[in-house]
């Protein structure tokens, strides 16, 4: 396969910078310098860390005067929240955007569907390997190996992460396959960064920038250096100022010679809440701590029962990742069964320990002890840090795919999904068997399907593939699949049904619910009865034994 290092775009050496104090400008003024066809990189996670005002400015500006228009649009966590149109969906109208190369999309409803009607190029990188890119491009370095994406749509063999038609016809290559001392490995191409549009807390006189209200450190620093390394321009957006010389040199996260224009934001509570829900809250940012009690337990549902099935694959002293959805519903099990202080629990983001948020607050989490910027946590997950992971499944085949990131025109992406999953020891995929309309009584110690979802979640073959089975195989890790109503396993012979719910008919409401012939296992046994109970299910001990 082509090597594609050789082709990557190079810095404008003949650009001088002065590393001179930046200008304090409002959101309108910043947004003036960026011009028709940039690449602007966004940091951001969900609700945490976006520039809303200076987003808010550049949709204006456009609406008004069709300018700057024609961008490629980079980021690699979703930053809206599906309903309205802010965050990065701001950029969700024709001719705003040429391209977006992201690491996910599918939180930005209307950009998502434009992307899906072919309306502007769309690349879906894995979401730590695309932040490392910009650290890498910081660096003048000119691509980035790994295995991360072998085997999935990221694979130029399975796609090269190219979205849609009007990405394969006319968009460049980003990926390409090498092979170093017998190993295969994916390769992947930097790029020139126009504008980096970063936020933190505090910008002194000189531009440096603090983070202290923030309840995550994102890439504020890489997509920074990436800018100017590139020839670009950096705008922040802050909270407040103060004068030179009165912070704290270590609580600086960009320095000012990276910064050229800051925006202290005209109105906190409406562009630079902490989170989409949470103004601000101390035992985010590690200010406080708040009482582990406080944090509510799950009710009883059919996402309960998946997340304490898994949950009950725990071990004490283990690192445990979990994904957004059904899957960081295991940090609320985890503490009602008081397990929570026996595992330390992560998010990509760059969160450590403490109790995961959940909803459109994912990314932060109550009580962390420790949060370290985000190319750094996907260090550590790429380095194998998670013995276990948690993530969503929406699509299972036979094979042991799994696809979270396209469904026929519906694109989603893969956030850090594919790191994640390729680089842990052990690994429990949730989701239920179908969906659209799936109804069940939970009662009596088990669960009855009562009426039956209008898709079936189990297809002979993805249609987008987000984790290979195969690869998995070859890596020798462990994978369960957990359902509503029953277990499966990745096994040499293929998948295999291994638990059944009490209350489920084997042949009604699992066989008939597989598009494929499955295995199923010879000492098939029934899903633990406490995991449908109301009550906690007093799991501690037995999960404290697996460490003795």
């Known amino acids: 396969m082509q090597n594609l290092c050789s082709s990557t775009a190079k810095s404008d050496m003949g650009v001088m910078r002065t590393m001179g104090k930046p200008k304090f400008v409002t959101a309108a003024e910043a947004v003036s310098h960026i011009k028709r066809g940039d690449t602007v990189a966004i940091s951001g996670f969900i609700g945490m860390g976006h520039a809303e005002e200076i987003t808010y400015e550049l949709e204006r500006r456009f609406l008004e005067t069709k300018a700057p228009g024609d961008l490629t649009v980079v980021w690699g966590s979703s930053q809206s929240n599906t309903k309205d149109r802010i965050g990065c969906d701001r950029f969700s109208y024709p001719g705003f955007v040429k391209r977006a190369i992201v690491g996910h999309i599918g939180m930005q409803y209307h950009l998502s569907e434009m992307a899906a009607n072919n309306e502007f190029e769309a690349y879906n990188i894995p979401m730590g390997v695309l932040i490392h890119m910009l650290r890498a491009r910081g660096g003048n370095k000119p691509c980035i190996t790994t295995p991360v994406g072998l085997g999935t749509f990221a694979d130029p063999r399975e796609g090269g992460g190219k979205l849609n038609q009007r990405t394969v016809e006319n968009g460049p290559d980003y990926v390409s396959v090498v092979e170093m ?17 970063i936020r933190g807390t505090t ?19 890489e997509y920074a250096a990436a800018a100017r390394a590139s020839g670009g321009i950096v705008i922040c957006q802050v909270e407040r100022t103060c004068q030179t010389n009165t912070m704290n040199p270590q609580d600086v996260r960009v320095p000012g010679i990276l910064v050229d224009y800051v925006v202290q934001t005209s109105d906190v509570e409406k562009f630079h809440k902490q989170t989409y829900n949470i103004s601000y809250n101390g035992a985010l940012s590690g200010e406080i701590k708040i009482p582990v009690d406080s944090v509510p337990p799950l009710e009883m549902s059919v996402r309960k029962i998946m997340a304490r099935r898994a949950a009950m694959e725990l071990v004490p002293g283990s690192v445990v990742d979990l994904g957004m959805g059904v899957p960081d519903g295991v940090s609320n099990v985890a503490v009602e069964e008081g397990l929570d202080s026996e595992l330390m629990m992560l998010v990509e983001c760059g969160v450590i320990g403490g109790s995961p948020c959940s909803g459109f607050d994912f990314g932060c989490a109550y009580n962390p002890e420790a949060m370290i910027p985000q190319p750094a946590q996907f260090d550590l997950l790429d380095g194998g840090i998670v013995d276990l992971a948690v993530l969503s499944m929406a ?11 396209k469904f026929g025109p519906r694109i989603y992406g893969a956030g850090g999904f594919i790191n994640i999953a390729q680089n842990c020891k052990t690994l429990v995929f949730v989701g239920t068997m179908t969906t659209g ?39 020798g890790q462990k994978v369960l699949y957990v359902t509503e109503r029953a277990v499966f396993e990745m096994r040499e012979e293929g998948l295999t049904l291994i638990e059944i719910a009490p209350g489920v008919d084997l042949d009604r409401d699992i066989l008939k619910q597989v598009d494929f012939t499955l295995n199923i296992a010879e000492d098939l046994r029934l899903m633990d009865q406490r995991i449908f109970r109301t009550e906690p299910m007093g799991i501690y001990d037995e999960i404290m034994a697996k460490g003795e």
């Open 395 to 405: 699509e299972l085949d036979q094979y042991g795919n799994v696809n979270v990131s």
């Open 181 to 197: 001392d017998g190993k295969e490995y994916l390769q992947y191409r930097t790029f020139d960064v126009n504008v980096a549009i």
């Open 437 to 475: 309309g799936l109804k069940a009584e939970i009662r009596d110690g088990g669960i009855q399907i009562t009426q039956e979802g209008r898709s079936k979640k189990m297809v002979p073959l993805v249609g987008h593939k987000t984790f290979s089975g195969q690869q998995a195989q070859k890596m």
């Open 203 to 221: 910008a002194d006189t000189h531009g440096n920038i603090t983070m202290e209200h923030e309840g995550i450190l994102l890439e504020t620093l």
